[in-house]
């Protein structure tokens, strides 16, 4: 069966540092791989897409990378703020289409 | 930007009663919208696709009559949560997809807790 796995349920790193999230999934050719932050109590808010013939792509302060020969996407938060600290959700489309099938999430903590 | 709201954003309701969640695209058309559900410290899970004029799709292992879903509208979906139970208590969040751009925006989420 279709399994994404986000490498820990808990990331805590000190400000200003860099903090790298891991997505690795099997039995899947997703067509794309999204990272989306989720705060307490509320939904997810989409982050960046990457598309499966894309290597990396950067948006700010992230980054994500995503090898399919591996089937793993690493997300990075530079220069990261306490303000960053939430969920951060790997999802992948389902068949191609919009539907997603989410990771367990991993919760980030950056402290002063 | 984009902006999709959900209806009510808690609820509290008794077991045997239905409790109906609104999901609302604010500034623009979506034919196509989903319905996931979230228990704590777990992954959203996909219950539903929603077309505008047809028929819900459910995942495998959704009752599709213990979870009604209408999208009557470009605008507007809605997920009935019958005969609850507490079992049903969960995180419920929907997200739309912009006809315009194929953009998709998530609600904020309901809180449904069947006591």
């Known amino acids: 069966s279709q399994k994404i796995e986000q490498n820990s349920e808990a990331l805590n790193i000190q400000e200003g540092k860099t903090a790298t999230l891991t997505c690795n999934y099997t039995n899947y050719s997703p067509a794309y791989l999204q990272w989306y932050r989720q705060d307490p109590g509320r939904g997810p808010v989409f982050l960046l897409l990457?598309?499966?013939?894309?290597k990396e792509k950067r948006k700010e302060r992230l980054k994500v990378t995503f090898d399919t020969t591996l089937k793993q996407s690493l997300f990075h938060i530079t220069a990261s703020q306490p303000a960053d600290s939430a969920t951060y959700l790997c999802a992948l489309d389902i068949a191609g289409g919009y539907a997603l099938n989410f990771g367990k999430g991993t919760s980030l903590l950056v402290t002063p | 930007g984009a902006v999709v709201s959900q209806h009510p954003s808690r609820v509290i309701c008794k077991s045997g009663t239905s409790v109906k969640i609104e999901c609302r695209s604010l500034d623009f058309q979506a034919t196509t919208m989903f319905w996931y559900r979230q228990f704590p410290k777990k992954s959203l899970m996909l219950m539903a696709t929603s077309n505008e004029g047809s028929k819900a799709t459910y995942e495998q292992g959704v009752e599709k009559d213990k979870f009604l879903i209408n999208h009557a509208s470009l605008t507007l979906s809605t997920l009935t949560v019958t005969s609850a139970h507490p079992e049903d208590s969960s995180f419920y969040i929907c997200?739309?997809?912009?006809?315009?751009?194929?953009?998709?925006?998530f609600g904020p989420g309901t809180r449904l807790t069947v006591t």
């Open positions: 997200s739309a997809v912009s006809d315009s751009t194929y953009e998709q925006y």
């Open positions: 990457i598309r499966e013939n894309e």
